[in-house]
């Protein structure tokens, strides 16, 4: 199932990695209110199109967008799918595999793909929201995670009505993590892994402002939802990526050039796991750190103190500013 707003430039791809397993999987577009070409070229890839209806008060677009079309769809498995995502080859397999596993909940994190030089900013978006979750830690999976991966989700019918669904996140604007929240409540496992070589996606394509929106939308929201270790240990990294930033410039030397070095080779070989990024972006990554940590104010600006951000032509209120009565 794939929620879609202004996506005919992207669905093609992912359409595309399913056109394999269209006689065995019910492929389910929900047009999201698009003035583009969404549904057409939808249709045009043989996937069922679903319009959705009038958006209701107190729903954001992609959670009714999500609830729409699990209701029109008749198979015991969903999944939830982005539509700038793709899949690998056999990858819907081992998504199935993996849930069939584990049940609950499953999430993956798409392999992040980069083509132009401004999506490298991307970088510590990607390492941070892992620690965040609890993957750096010595209980990594071992516990279940905080949050979850929204882009790419699988889950039991009976398991998501038994929790409600995106209808019991209906006003989240990070609502992975509040469905995440769900099936913990309700004594489901949920996974949180990464994708590569079975799912990826290129961010924000749209060029460095849609960047900027993206990641205000996200940040803020999935840091509230991480466990207060796990977020300690991310915030004292961030820290020593200052310091090591710094050090060359403050005090030049060989402790400073061996700081620096050691987060280079980290943050490469983080990366490696994590997306297709240039060689250049780790020995480069003052300027995405300087980059993450300006968009973490401005997301902590938006989402706390004037409680709304905006995404896809929609603002979208915040639990803050919904827990203080606004509109």
């Known amino acids: 199932m794939v929620p879609a707003r202004d996506e005919a430039t992207t669905l093609p791809v992912l359409l595309a990695s399913l056109a394999g397993d269209g006689e065995r999987v019910e492929v389910v577009v929900v047009d999201d209110h698009s003035t583009d070409a969404t549904a057409a070229v939808a249709r045009g890839a043989g996937a069922t199109v ?11 677009g992609k959670c009714w967008a999500c609830w729409t079309g699990a209701g029109a769809t008749a198979g015991e498995v969903l999944i939830f799918l982005d539509a700038d995502t ?17 049940g609950g909940l499953v999430s993956v994190q798409p392999f992040h793909r980069t083509e132009r030089p401004y999506e490298v900013l991307s970088a510590f978006f990607n390492v941070v929201p892992w620690m965040g979750l609890g993957a750096a830690t010595p209980t990594a999976g071992r516990r279940s995670p905080p949050g979850a991966f929204g882009p790419c989700l699988a889950t039991s019918r009976a398991d998501y009505e038994r929790t409600g669904g995106h209808e019991a996140v209906r006003s989240e604007v990070v609502e992975d993590v509040a469905l995440a929240a769900r099936y913990r409540a309700a004594q489901l496992p949920v996974a949180a892994l990464a994708g590569k070589g079975t799912v990826s996606f290129r961010m924000y394509p749209g060029g460095i402002a849609q960047l900027v929106e993206g990641w205000t939308k996200n940040m ?4 509230a939802a991480s466990r207060p270790g796990a977020m300690a240990l991310a915030v004292l990294w961030v820290a020593g990526a200052i310091v090591a930033a710094t050090a060359p410039v403050v005090d030049p030397g060989p402790v400073s050039a061996a700081a620096y070095g050691s987060y280079t080779a ?5 990366l490696g796991r994590l997306g297709r990024f240039p060689w250049w972006t780790a020995p480069a990554f003052p300027v995405p750190l300087a980059f993450f940590l300006a968009v973490f104010a401005r997301s902590l600006v938006r989402t706390h103190l004037r409680g709304e951000v905006r995404w896809r032509g929609r ?8 827990r203080r009565g606004r509109r």
């Open 86 to 102: 793709e899949l690998g080859p056999g990858g819907l397999d081992r998504v199935l595999a993996e849930h069939g596993r584990r």
């Open 315 to 322: 603002t979208l209120t915040t639990r803050t500013n919904a």
């Open 266 to 270: 980290q943050l490469a070989w983080m």
């Open 50 to 60: 679903v319009p959705a209806r009038p958006l209701p008060a107190g729903w954001t």
């Open 220 to 223: 803020a929201g999935g840091a």
